[in-house]
């Protein structure tokens, strides 16, 4: 009996010891995703893991079945997973290295356990998910989405009041106040915490399939109709006391009140989806706070234990040691690389007088500045005496991309702007060239809000290429990170308004000749 408790407390230590292996391979990104978690969206990651563990030490007695039953299978995810948080570590995009741990993890576990293992341990290891921020891309484009919502449902709050509004995109137009639902009020700060609380609730609820999936998809619109009601009450005490009333103190709590409403709407749908289909059945019976219990036959083969003084364990997870070992030195070499930094000319210096055209430097507002968070920008409008059309340049450069700053682009931004997209594609500019001869293409827009039009062309110039697809963009993110170690690209957009005097072929001859004499001189600015 104290052989077998022997065995066991040692395979327990070589677990630990290689899940700290596992670690360290995996520390700088990790220590990333921690940091992120100071952000208030993400502010909930730090439950995230602990949860995880008291779910698994929940299950510890089931585990104990299972104990030695390691499968290669695990051997392989683990192989996997270190694959790509190598890559990651590599291309510097640190959400690869986060993914590729969750899969190192569940490698580790099968090669511990076995396949049966999942059985137990699938919730707690899907749970990590929520612990990881979404890519920047992605996190841009659902704030610029769930603003636009939110502006808009909050702006019908407010006339419920009886209160004259007038929405502009993002703004809320109260006439003698002007209220900019920025990203911080997109609700994500509510979606993320609210959808990992709403993952385990449904775990926890006791019910048919379906009804778990109905209370976990429930949290996007109870988030987005919570925070646009947020709003349209900020925008009604605005209206009667003030814009002290959406700073402050009484902002913060406002959002505390939302989050504690959007809590006890979810439990509030339970308790009904329980009275409605299981009405036999007491709520405390089927909302249950811990595991569920897992009937676990161990099966009658396991995977050959080796015994190495006071490491013991299955081959494969042995062997999942063993490789650990010998990619930390290869991990701290790559840790050591560090991303080129290509040098270039700032836009202080970009030319006002451009062939015909004669520009003015027009500036950006503090508040744009810090949300798009660039490392250089111009902002200029451009005048050709001939034709008297006015052209906006807006050039943003980022020195780096891979740590939550990244190009916003224009097709999400735009609409936040209170511009609809009448007509989009691409087309290639007449007498300019890309890298390696080809045509030059840019993205062609145009837009409208009320009576106004306007003509948009815009491209990300990314490290010596033209690209005009925002999912190119991030493949060519990562593989010149990964071959290059560089990041850095800008986006370039012109703007030419449309009127009664200007018509849409007058506009495009007018963009086409700016975009040939400012093409050439961007490559002083945007390394190639």
Not at 404 to 418: E, F, L, M, T
Not at 429 to 455: E, R
Request: proline fraction near 5%; charge should be neutral.
């Amino acid at each position: 009996m104290q052989s077998i408790l022997n065995q066991q407390t040692n395979f327990y230590i070589t677990l630990a010891n290689i899940f700290l292996l596992l670690l360290m391979l995996f520390y700088t990104s990790l220590l990333q995703m921690v940091a992120t978690w100071g952000r208030e969206e993400y502010s909930h990651g730090y439950l995230i893991p602990l949860i995880s563990l008291w779910l698994i030490w929940e299950s510890r007695d089931v585990l104990a079945k299972l104990q030695a039953q390691g499968h290669w299978g695990g051997f392989v995810l683990m192989l996997l997973g270190l694959v790509f948080g190598l890559m990651g570590e590599l291309s510097s995009l640190f959400t690869i290295s986060q993914y590729a741990f969750l899969v190192a993890i569940l490698g580790l576990c099968v090669a511990s356990f076995g396949w049966q293992s999942i059985r137990i341990l699938w919730f707690p290891l899907a749970y990590l998910v929520f612990m990881i921020p979404l890519p920047t891309f992605l996190y841009n484009n659902l704030s610029s989405y769930l603003q636009l919502i939110s502006s808009g449902l909050g702006v019908a709050v407010i006339r419920l009041f009886g209160i004259s509004v007038f929405l502009e995109g993002n703004v809320i137009d109260l006439g003698s106040f002007q209220l900019q639902v920025v990203e911080a009020c997109s609700g994500l700060r509510y979606l993320f915490p609210l959808t990992s609380f709403g993952f385990l609730c449904a775990y926890f609820f006791r019910a048919k399939f379906w009804m778990r999936i109905i209370v976990f998809l429930s949290t996007l619109p109870i988030t987005v109709l919570m925070n646009s009601f947020r709003i349209g009450v900020i925008g009604v005490l605005v209206d009667h006391w003030g814009k002290a009333q959406a700073e402050g103190f009484l902002h913060d709590f406002e959002g505390w009140v939302i989050f504690i409403g959007c809590l006890g709407i979810l439990l509030l749908e339970m308790w009904t989806l329980s009275k409605l289909f299981m009405p036999d059945k007491a709520f405390s019976e089927v909302f249950v706070v811990g595991v569920e219990a897992s009937d676990i036959t161990p099966p009658v083969t396991a995977a050959p234990v080796t015994n190495f003084g006071f490491l013991i364990g299955p081959n494969p997870l042995l062997a999942a040691g063993v490789v650990l070992l010998l990619a930390l030195p290869i991990s701290w070499y790559i840790g050591e690389r560090q991303e080129f930094i290509p040098e270039r000319t700032r836009f202080s210096s970009f030319p006002l007088k451009i062939q015909d055209w004669q520009g003015t430097e027009v500036g950006m507002g503090q508040e744009f500045v810090t949300a798009l968070k660039f490392d250089d920008y111009i902002v200029a409008n451009y005048v050709n005496p001939q034709n008297n059309l006015p052209i906006n340049l807006y050039i943003a450069y980022y020195a780096s991309q891979r740590q939550g700053a990244s190009v916003h682009s224009p097709k999400s931004c735009i609409p936040g702007d209170g511009w609809l997209i009448s007509d989009f594609t691409q087309k290639p500019v007449p007498g300019l060239t890309s890298a390696g001869g080809t045509p030059f293409w840019v993205n062609h827009a145009i837009i409208s809000k009320k009576d106004q039009k306007q003509l948009v062309y815009y491209w990300f110039q990314q490290r010596g290429r033209i690209i005009n697809n925002e999912y190119l963009l991030k493949w060519y993110l990562f593989w010149d990170a990964l071959t290059r170690q560089r990041t850095d690209g800008a986006l370039v957009r012109l703007v030419l308004p449309l009127g009664n005097f200007t018509s849409a072929e007058q506009g495009e001859k007018a963009l086409q000749q700016f975009t040939q004499a400012v093409a050439p001189l961007l490559n002083r600015y945007i390394p190639n």
